[in-house]
């Protein structure tokens, strides 16, 4: 049995929050110990070029800036570990997490968690998840399967919008399907999408099933117009979804506050409910979801944390 390990700060998560986070306690000397989660580096490493990241006139790769991210608290002395944290008790100090089996005992936590993307739970997208159905096109958009097809993005927002202009290489015409008649992507990002001869919108409707199962292949989707209820089926060979995404939270569910969409409620500051639990980035905040509020607030997190420290002569 491996012996618990102690540590002065553990940040679960490894996004833009989680290693600004890991990056301002290392500088304090605080060698924080990083659990990546399932997917290191966090959503930015599924967004092609980011453009609003400060620093970076040109843009920057989604995957390069976390590496770079990874790479500057690394050498502060911040360390990682590829892992999922399967059980966390706040109950008393210092906390007890276990990761893949292991117990890891720390004396700060900073939870990073991040979010994933929402699905639209209806009938045929689970099945046909990997067969046509992705909820990601930077990381399938290029595949033989969507070359010069039909293909369908739904949502409204920013992402939407950027993975219907990033389809538009490989596909033949990108139908951008909207529950209402306007976008809530910024007018930037609206702009592009509707001004593509590429991308043809498809207002007031929602996908009521994703077809067909027994094909055991996307081969359409069953939509719904909202305003007159009329139903139809257009043909596609790839269903992008883009309807934004839920917080990574619930194994903290009965330790941690949260809303009633399960995003973290700090309480003070970045620190949660329970001292010496902090929290930043995209679990705890449905507000502006940006890379650089996210880095923004992990850098909050870890000055926290550090006077949290202090403040325990540790
Ligand atoms: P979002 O802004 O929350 O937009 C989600 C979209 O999906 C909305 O249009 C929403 O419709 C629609 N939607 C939600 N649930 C749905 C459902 N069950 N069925 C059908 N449609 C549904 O999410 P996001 O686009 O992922 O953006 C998240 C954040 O990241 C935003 O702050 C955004 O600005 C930022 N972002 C920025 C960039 C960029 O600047 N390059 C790129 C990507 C993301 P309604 O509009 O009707 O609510």
């Known amino acids: 049995m491996l012996r618990p390990l102690m540590e002065k700060v553990v940040v679960i998560g490894s996004g833009c929050a989680g290693w600004t986070a890991a990056l301002y306690t290392a500088r304090a000397n605080l060698q924080p110990f990083v659990l990546t989660g399932k997917q290191p580096g966090g959503l930015l490493t599924t967004t092609s070029i980011v453009e609003n990241y400060p620093g970076f006139p040109e843009g920057v790769d989604g995957y390069e800036l976390m590496t770079r991210m990874q790479k500057q608290a690394e050498r502060f002395g911040a360390r990682a570990r590829f892992g ?126 994703v077809l067909d199962v027994k094909q055991d292949k996307v081969t359409g989707v069953r939509l719904k117009n909202l305003k007159t209820g009329a139903e139809s089926v257009l043909n596609c060979a790839g269903v992008f979804i883009a ?31 329970v001292p010496g639990v902090f929290v930043a980035g995209d679990c705890a905040d449905h507000v502006y979801r940006q890379a650089i509020t996210a880095a923004g607030m992990g850098c909050a997190a870890a000055i926290d944390a550090e006077r949290f420290l202090a403040a325990q002569n540790h």
């Open 243 to 273: 309807i934004g995404h839920s917080p990574n939270a619930d194994i903290f569910k009965g330790q941690i506050e949260m809303d009633a969409n399960g995003f973290i409620v700090p309480k003070e500051g970045t620190m949660t409910n």
């Open 84 to 209: 999922t944290v399967e059980k966390a008790d706040f109950s008393k100090r210092p906390f007890a997490l276990v990761v893949d089996g292991d117990k890891i005992e720390a004396k700060t936590v900073i939870i990073a968690t991040g979010a994933s993307h929402r699905h639209l739970d209806v009938p045929g997208e689970d099945f046909l998840e990997t067969k046509g159905v992705t909820y990601c096109a930077t990381c399938d958009g290029a595949l033989p399967v969507f070359r010069n097809q039909l293909l369908v993005v739904v949502g409204g927002g920013d992402s939407a919008c950027e993975e219907a202009l990033y389809l538009t290489r490989f596909g033949s015409v990108i139908h951008l399907i909207h529950r209402r008649d306007t976008l809530r992507a910024s007018k930037i990002m609206s702009n592009r999408a509707l001004s593509n001869p590429k991308i043809k919108p498809v207002w007031d409707s929602v996908v009521t099933e």
